[in-house]
Structures are given as structure tokens and as C-alpha cells.
């Protein structure tokens, strides 16, 4: 018959080595939340959690973001705008996110933190780059530590980005990040034959995201008359020359995270 013996009267094995040694980094390193990195499980039940808030649809991240947040992200796609999203949410949520909601681009997309019993998620809401759904939520680890807790969870705090005093040296500007969903490789332009392949409808699909007021649907895959009036309306906009061709400048633009909003033409 075996008689159970606490830890610390354990033979002195190498499994005991290990216990021991786990117990000397867990006094080492305490026990806050935040800084115990999460597992895949609490995002996937995060991402379930805001799914069914909002009755979105779980689905893959798109491909250009491949290179952001870890392999264990998730994403949401929710049939709402933004700011009705977010509503939602704190409505749905409360004291389940951390704070007062964020943003760092005037509020065209929006951020906050997501309580769950291994630690703090982070949730962005940001129109979605595939145009598939309206919002895409983004759920990861916490890119950093948190901020101050505000208690008001439903406002939104904007954050001015710092600028570089006039003094100091000058920096290469960073590039803005691409959200292209794959490489350029070919200008799109209205032919005799039409173009036609997925780089024609991820170029559609970034325009109806990017229109305002903000419109449903996807593109038809084909680069005729239309595709180049809206291409020549978003180049205006983005003050590139108006050719209603995509080349590698206007395919940059449009992919680039910081693209604004435009206005079609009238059909």
C-alpha cells in the first residue's frame, strides 16, 4: 500500500528537481493574469464568446495579417459597423472588458482588453480588409502591458499619436502596413479582354470596403468601366493620378492600413 507524502518530502529524484523547480519560478514570477502568456483554448473561447455576442461569424484571419500577432490569433466577422459593434459589446460584455474602449486613428477602428479566467485578451474592431463582413474583430494575446484601468467601458478614449519634436533628428519614416490579402503582381486596367483573376477581386473588395456610405456585397472578379471609375474616384481621394489603372503605387494605397474612407461616383 502507497502512503501519499507532500512534495517537500519527496525523494530527491530528478521529478522531484522538476517540481521544485516549477515552484521556484511560480513564487519567482507571481501570480498576475496579465503576465502569464494565454494558450490557444481562452482565445478560442474568447472568440466563441464574442461570436455569439454579436452573431458573427468565426473564420480565418485574412492573409495579410499573417505576419501580425501570433499564430494563435482569431477573428470575427460581424455584420455592423464599427461603432455598432462596439455598442454591442459593452452592452453584451460590461464588466467582462478591462476599460474604456481606445483608438488611435480617430476611431476608425476601436480597442480594448477581454477578461477571461487565464488573463486579458486583446480585441480590436476595425472595418474588415476583405470586405467580407462590415467589422472584423481581432483577438490575441496582449500585444504589451495594459494601461491604466478606466472604469468607463463604454466610451472611447482617442490617443493622439506623438509627434517628433522639431529638434530632434530626423527618422525614416515606417511604411505603412500592408493588408493585402496577396503580392502585387500585374497593373489591372480595362482591356479588350477583361482581367480577371483573384488579384481583380481583392482590389473590388478593398473598394466597397473602403466606400462610404458603407456598402454590402462583394466584387464580380472582372476589371471593366466600373472597377476603373471607382478605381479613378478612390485615386483622387488618395490624390494619385486619376488613370483608373492599379499599378504598384495605387495597389499600395489601397492596401495600406492607413487607407481613408471615399466616395464613388454616381452610377
Not at 509627434?163 to 519614416?173: C, Q, R
Not at 454590402?216 to 468601366?225: H, N
Not at 495600406?256 to 464613388?264: R, V
Amino acid at each position: 500500500m502507497s502512503v501519499w507524502m507532500p512534495p517537500s518530502r519527496w525523494p530527491l529524484t530528478a521529478a522531484r528537481q522538476v517540481v521544485g523547480h516549477a515552484w521556484v519560478w511560480w513564487a519567482l514570477l507571481g501570480t498576475p493574469a496579465l503576465a502569464a502568456p494565454l494558450t490557444p483554448a481562452p482565445l478560442e473561447r474568447a472568440a466563441l464568446r464574442i461570436t455569439e455576442a454579436l452573431d458573427g461569424v468565426l473564420r480565418n484571419c485574412p492573409a495579410g495579417f499573417s505576419q501580425i500577432g501570433t499564430s494563435d490569433k482569431r477573428c470575427v466577422g460581424v455584420g455592423h459597423t464599427v461603432e455598432q459593434t462596439r455598442v454591442a459589446l459593452t452592452a453584451a460584455l460590461g464588466t467582462e472588458l478591462y476599460g474604456v474602449w481606445r483608438s488611435k486613428d480617430g476611431q476608425r477602428s476601436v480597442y480594448n482588453w477581454l477578461k477571461t479566467p487565464s488573463g486579458y485578451v486583446y480585441l480590436r474592431l476595425q472595418p474588415d480588409p476583405e470586405g467580407r463582413a462590415q467589422t472584423l474583430a481581432y483577438l490575441d494575446t496582449p500585444p504589451g502591458a495594459l494601461p491604466a484601468q478606466t472604469p468607463a467601458t463604454g466610451a472611447v478614449k482617442l490617443e493622439p499619436v506623438a509627434t517628433t519634436p522639431a529638434t530632434a533628428a530626423p527618422v525614416d519614416p515606417v511604411p505603412p502596413r500592408s493588408v493585402a490579402p496577396l503580392p502585387f503582381r500585374r497593373t489591372l486596367q480595362v482591356q479588350t479582354q477583361r482581367m480577371n483573376e483573384t488579384d481583380v477581386l481583392a482590389v473590388q473588395n478593398r473598394l466597397i470596403a473602403l466606400m462610404r456610405p458603407l456598402r454590402t456585397g462583394q466584387g464580380d472578379g472582372w476589371y471593366g468601366p466600373v472597377t476603373a471609375a471607382t478605381v479613378r474616384a478612390f485615386q483622387t481621394s488618395a490624390r494619385l493620378p486619376a488613370t483608373g489603372r492599379v499599378d504598384q503605387g495605387t495597389w499600395d494605397a489601397l492596401f495600406s492600413a492607413a487607407a481613408q474612407p471615399f466616395t464613388p461616383p454616381t452610377p
